[in-house]
């Protein structure tokens, strides 16, 4: 026998219904569940803000609550430098369609400017970094996919190697 919640044609109560019986008349648990409409409170108009802060509760401590890792920095570092990097190929996608003159144009007027080689890897490596940053990090998370490297004390030591490698690159980058 299939059993099964029915409500009444109401809406407002609903009965345990166990099957059918021997003549095709319903067989009813000895429990009968009532169900009320929710009346709203006076206070429901108000906000789930306004309410919390009537009743003295913080708001959201997620972030007060938590003790800063550098695994969590990187994870936080991680997808800012996934949105830098869509916002360089906005840009630059932007930038091609609407811009005049083409891309060596462009490296001759920055050149034209003599900015110093200080300056000037500077300013390479402040673009290249998110790059760098975002492909060996990306790397470090396809090696956890196989499995590898999972436990806490490598989880630490290849996020301090994804860091250094990924200051390497964009320092190699930035002095081409």
């Known amino acids: 026998m299939a059993l099964h ?17 021997q003549f095709g008349s319903p067989l009813l648990a000895s429990r009968t569940i009532v169900m009320k409409p929710m009346v709203p409170r ?3 108009a108000a ?8 009743l003295g509760r913080p708001l ?18 991680h997808r800012i430098t996934g949105m830098a990097l869509g916002a360089y190929m906005a840009a630059f996608g932007v930038g091609a369609l ?8 462009y490296v001759d007027v920055v050149e034209s400017w003599k900015l110093s080689a200080p300056t000037l890897m500077a300013a390479k490596f402040i673009l ?6 975002h492909l060996a990090n990306g790397m470090r998370h396809l090696l956890w996919d196989t499995g590898k490297c999972l436990k806490i ?17 964009a320092a190699i980058l930035a002095a081409m």
Request: hydrophobic share 35%; net charge neutral; proline share 4%.
């Open 153 to 169: 004390k490598e989880v630490w030591s290849t996020g301090y190697t994804m860091l250094a490698v990924s200051v390497g690159l």
């Open 42 to 44: 006076v206070d429901d």
């Open 47 to 54: 906000s789930h803000d306004e309410r919390n802060s009537k």
């Open 98 to 105: 609407v811009c005049p003159h083409d891309f060596s144009y």
């Open 5 to 21: 919640l029915t409500r009444a044609l109401c809406g407002r109560s609903a009965a345990l219904k166990l099957g059918t019986g």
């Open 128 to 133: 290249a970094y998110p790059f760098t940053y």
């Open 60 to 77: 959201s401590p997620h972030l007060t609550i938590y003790k800063y890792e550098i695994t969590m920095v990187f994870s936080i570092t």
